[in-house]
Nanobody, 123 residues
Framework: QLQACGGGLVQAGGSLRLICAASGRTVSTYAIGWFRQSPGKEREFVGGVSMNGPNTKYADSVKGRFAITRDNAKNTVYLQMNNLKPEDTAVYYC???????WGKGLRLGYDFWGPGTLVTVSS
């Protein structure tokens, strides 16, 4: 129902844009969050965008470098990642939340997930 794509290998300081595409479900009725998980670590909240798009929230570790936008007409949400660092290396997932507290970034607050996409940042 959700599919994250656009990952790849990039050098430190480079950029990538991830895409979260929905099928069989209308993205506009959910807040969409981006999470990431590195080997041996818990899945962590990267950032999210509210249902209508004007409100975004980011983890401190990515503020000023990452930006989330959505195009409800295309049923798609984007994660633009700039000035990437090796510590950004992880599998990135997008999730959908119908809850008003989506911005807390709690994994349990997100009902729908899709397969992740791997981002590798080399030093």
């Amino acid at each position: 129902q959700l599919q994250a794509c656009g990952g790849g290998l990039v050098q430190a300081g480079g950029s990538l844009r991830l895409i979260c595409a929905a099928s069989g479900r209308t993205v506009s009725t959910y807040a969409i969050g981006w999470f990431r998980q590195s080997p041996g670590k818990e899945r962590e909240f990267v950032g999210g965008v509210s249902m209508n798009g004007p409100n975004t929230k980011y983890a401190d570790s990515v503020k000023g470098r990452f930006a989330i936008t959505r195009d409800n007409a295309k049923n798609t949400v984007y994660l633009q990642m700039n000035n990437l660092k090796p510590e950004d290396t992880a599998v990135y997932y997008c999730g959908a939340s119908p809850r008003p507290d989506w911005g807390k970034g709690l994994r349990l607050g997100y009902d729908f997930w899709g397969p992740g996409t791997l981002v590798t940042v080399s030093s």
